[in-house]
């Protein structure tokens, strides 16, 4: 099956301070990548679709200056958490898109990221 | 909205026990349903899935039967082992949508 990887697995970082994740699908190329985060006892949530070469989407209440996302090749996508704070800590987990409908869906690991 | 809600965990066991975690769900259409695994360090993985009403996934021993009349898709195992201990998700979405809605996840742990 395909492997995404992440990078970093964890970070713990200052409050103010920006955190770059990456997201890799190491052996299909991904046009379109969805990142999702899950807060402390609730549910998975999609936050934004990143489409290569173009603007991503984000979900209602997901502020765009704040999580940057870019989708520069097939095969890398990265989220930026800008000027980080507690609210922020979460786990961070992405997910290549499927072409034509296919039921099955690869995820990376996730990244857990804590602002102090 | 559509939801999806599981059991809470943590959820731990002896080993050769029998397992249930409990997923029921909201949905405006008839969407398919999942169940996902994620072991210690690796990604989210598909366990298996059901795409119509009375359908029946099954795979590695766990199986989850889509019940239209009680919303729901609880997951079984007849027999635990110590190599299931993960965090198990499910999910609903709609064909030709990849957009996964997920539950919260149930954290197991299975103890020798």
């Known amino acids: 099956g395909a492997v995404v990887s992440q990078h970093p697995s964890w970070v713990i970082c200052k409050s103010g301070t920006s955190v770059k994740i990456e997201c890799r699908s190491l052996d299909f190329q991904a046009t379109t990548m969805f990142w999702y985060r899950q807060f402390p006892k609730q549910s998975l949530m999609l936050m934004a679709t990143?489409?290569?070469?173009?603007?991503?989407?984000?979900e209602q209440g997901v502020e765009k200056d704040k999580f940057l996302i870019n989708h520069a090749s097939l095969t890398l996508s990265t989220l930026t958490v800008t000027s980080a704070h507690p609210e922020d800590s979460s786990f961070y987990i992405c997910?290549?898109?499927?072409?034509?409908?296919?039921?099955?869906?690869?995820f990376g690991p996730g990244t857990r990221l804590l602002v102090l | 909205g559509d939801s999806v809600t599981q059991m809470e965990g943590p959820v731990t066991l002896s080993e050769e026990a029998f397992l249930t975690i409990n997923c029921t769900y909201t949905?405006?259409?008839?969407?398919?349903l999942f169940w996902y695994v994620q072991y210690p360090g690796e990604g989210l993985q598909l366990l298996l899935k059901a795409t119509k009403a009375d359908d029946k996934g099954s795979n590695k021993g766990f199986e989850a039967t889509y019940r239209k009349e009680t919303t729901s898709f609880h997951l079984e195992k007849g027999s635990v082992q110590v190599s299931d201990s993960a965090v198990y998700f499910c999910?609903?979405?709609?064909?030709?949508?990849?957009?996964?809605?997920f539950g919260t996840g149930t954290r197991l742990t299975i103890i020798p």
């Open positions: 949905a405006t259409g008839y969407p398919s």
């Open positions: 999910a609903l979405r709609y064909f030709g949508n990849e957009k996964l809605t």
């Open positions: 990143s489409n290569e070469g173009s603007k991503a989407t984000y």
């Open positions: 997910s290549p898109g499927i072409a034509g409908g296919q039921e099955t869906q690869y």
